[in-house]
Nanobody, 122 residues
Framework: VQVVESGGGSVQAGGSLRLSCQASVTSGSIFRINRASWYRQAPGKQRERVATLTSDGSRTYADFVKGRFTISRDNNKITVYLQMDSLKSEDTAVYYC??????????????WGQGTQVTVSS
């Protein structure tokens, strides 16, 4: 089981990016993402939670992204997104996906992605 992030890049302040976190399994078992969170880590700082989407669709956000970022997932529940609008230079960080991935033959497996770099220039 793994999750892979994509969509990072460089953007000017005020711009937007959409990150994706896609789950996959090597066994081919039917699976879905139950619960997922986006975290970020800036140089020299601790990793911090940005947003969480639970299996029942509840969303929570860190105060520093409320009103600017939106977490969502596709109908097949294998990809989670983070829409980031009104980006600020302080949003610059490596963004990580953490997900509980459910397969047909296992309990949910908590998995981290490798991260995707977001750079916002002022």
């Amino acid at each position: 089981v793994q999750v892979v992030e994509s969509g990072g890049g460089s953007v000017q302040a005020g711009g937007s990016l959409r990150l994706s976190c896609q789950a996959s399994v090597t066994s081919g078992s039917i699976f879905r993402i139950n619960r997922a969170s986006w975290y970020r880590q800036a140089p020299g700082k601790q990793r911090e939670r940005v947003a969480t989407l639970t299996s029942d669709g509840s969303r929570t956000y860190a105060d520093f992204v409320k009103g600017r970022f939106t977490i969502s997932r596709d109908n097949n529940k294998i990809t989670v997104y983070l829409q980031m609008d009104s980006l600020k230079s302080e949003d610059t960080a490596v963004y990580y996906c953490n997900a509980d991935v459910q397969t047909a033959i296992t309990n949910p497996i908590n998995t981290w992605g490798q991260g995707t770099q977001v750079t916002v220039s002022s």
